[in-house]
């Protein structure tokens, strides 16, 4: 049972272009949460997705970023008009259900942006 | 709102001697809390996790934390480190819903041979 799937690892772009990460869940999981991790920092909560559904957004910044977690594919964040300030490694993590307190949420490997 | 505070932020310690992390936590009910490690480039793995019950929690690689209400924290616990555990450790809280963790700020440990 393969885990928390992400890519790219490592992606590069200069300001002002677009980066998408995507995330792929482990089997059988239906929930997706997106946080991210500055330098010498550590994970902030961004984003919690079920199938088709935002569920919390509440650590999303309010512009140029987005979430999508469809029926079909992966869970997608998206950032547009990158800035420096948006070099970070973004992590994924998954979990069975999210309504049962407490469930363990898997994580991904990350994908390390950085912005030139 | 909860929060989680690590508040040693660098931990050296020699290679075979026991080890103890130190969090703790804010939280309105009773917490989920959680220690994960990371290696340098990668992803977070979990070590252990406290729901209920026994307060001394035993998880991977030898590692154990001890719950405890009074004092709000949930310190994680080694008898004997190994070089191979250098590595940065977060813990977290999570919150009755399931839908979020708050994470502390991390403690990176340094093992001396």
């Known amino acids: 049972n393969a885990g928390v799937m992400q890519n790219p690892r490592h992606l590069v772009r200069r300001r002002g272009q677009e980066a998408r990460l995507r995330c792929s869940p482990m089997k059988g999981h239906s929930h997706v949460y997106w946080y991210r991790q500055l330098p010498e920092e550590g994970l902030k909560f961004m984003v919690y997705?079920?199938?088709?559904?935002?569920?919390?957004e509440s650590g999303m910044p309010k512009e140029r970023f987005s979430a999508e977690f469809p029926k079909e594919g992966p869970s997608i964040l998206r950032i547009q008009q990158v800035v420096r300030g948006d070099s970070a490694a973004y992590f994924c993590?998954?979990?069975?259900?999210?309504?049962?307190?407490?469930?363990?949420?898997?994580f991904g490997p990350g994908t390390r942006l950085t912005v030139l | 709102a909860q929060s989680v505070t690590q508040p040693d932020i660098h931990i050296t310690v020699s290679e075979g001697a026991s080890l103890e992390l130190r969090c703790n936590y804010s939280y309105g009910a009773t917490p989920y809390l959680f220690w994960y490690v990371q290696s340098p480039g990668q992803g977070l793995q979990l070590l252990l996790k406290?729901?209920?019950?026994?307060?001394l929690v035993q998880g991977i690689k030898g590692f154990e934390a001890e719950f405890k209400r009074s004092q709000s924290s949930f310190n994680l616990r080694k008898p004997s480190v190994h070089w191979s555990d250098a590595a940065e450790y977060f813990c977290a809280v999570g919150n009755n819903a399931g839908n979020m963790l708050t994470f502390g700020g991390g403690t990176r440990l340094m093992v001396k041979p």
């Open positions: 406290y729901f209920s019950g026994d307060t």
């Open positions: 997705l079920q199938k088709e559904n935002i569920i919390d």
């Open positions: 993590a998954s979990s069975p259900s999210g309504h049962s307190a407490g469930n363990e949420q898997f």
